[in-house]
């Protein structure tokens, strides 16, 4: 499904070449430290914070790839053993959900990063540059986490009944095909023909449901 594809990728791109643009801006102020010049990460985050927002869109439709998710696992065929693996194949320790909502984790760590490095900072242009930094991403992180808090108030307060029939009429499908598997399965183990029965040593043996041998003569 490509609209499905689509809505779980969101702005991936763009936030990963965001994330590589700011790794090499701090790593060419790093190599200034080897030359003797100051290290300004505060430019670094001030020239990027308006690019920020990129993290504003992607969470945005977050609720729409959670519902994709859902119903990957309700409505699709072999949607929850592709999850699952999927889920072993990375590792096994994080699930879809868990690597989708990392792009938006990243935005605290670089207000932490700030943080921390805004206490060793001497008082001065630098430091008052960290200090501006940080606020602002503090700023862009509590419009997010509101945006999140509104979109789990409403994910909870409505649908719930849709969504649980839909579930329950998910659970019923999956329990059909494994009963349809299962049967599968029994026919190949116990060799089962059309008609219920095979010959052997004169007798007419029919494979009951857990898998024993029950004998008929031929004569009876």
């Excluded at 290290?39 to 690019?51: H, R, T």
């Excluded at 108030?153 to 299962?182: D, H, I, K, V």
Aim: glycine share 10%; hydrophobic share 35%; net charge neutral.
């Amino acid at each position: 499904n490509i609209v499905w594809i689509k809505t779980l990728q969101g702005n991936i791109d763009r936030l990963f070449a965001l994330s590589v643009t700011i790794l090499d801006m701090l790593r060419a102020q790093i190599s200034n430290d080897q030359v003797g010049d100051d290290i300004l990460v505060g430019d670094v985050f001030l020239e990027l914070i308006p690019c920020l927002q990129l993290y504003s869109n992607y969470i945005r439709s977050h609720s729409a790839r959670n519902e994709v998710v859902r119903r990957i696992v309700n409505e699709t065929k072999y949607g929850e053993e592709f999850l699952i693996k999927l889920k072993k194949a990375t590792g096994g320790n994080l699930d879809l959900n868990s690597y989708l909502i990392m792009p938006v984790q990243q935005l605290p760590r670089y207000e932490l990063l700030i943080e921390e490095v805004c206490k060793v900072t001497e008082e001065g242009e630098e430091k008052r540059k960290l200090e501006r930094a940080f606020k602002e991403i503090q700023s862009v992180n509590k419009g997010i986490n509101d945006r999140m808090s509104v979109g789990i108030a409403e994910e909870g307060g409505g649908g719930e009944r849709e969504r649980g029939e839909s579930e329950r009429r998910a659970r019923s499908r999956r329990r059909s095909r494994r009963e349809a598997r299962e049967k599968e399965e029994r026919k190949e183990i116990g060799g089962e023909k059309e008609g219920g029965g095979l010959v052997e040593g004169g007798n007419v043996f029919m494979m009951t449901m857990d898998g024993e041998r029950k004998y008929q003569d031929l004569l009876v």
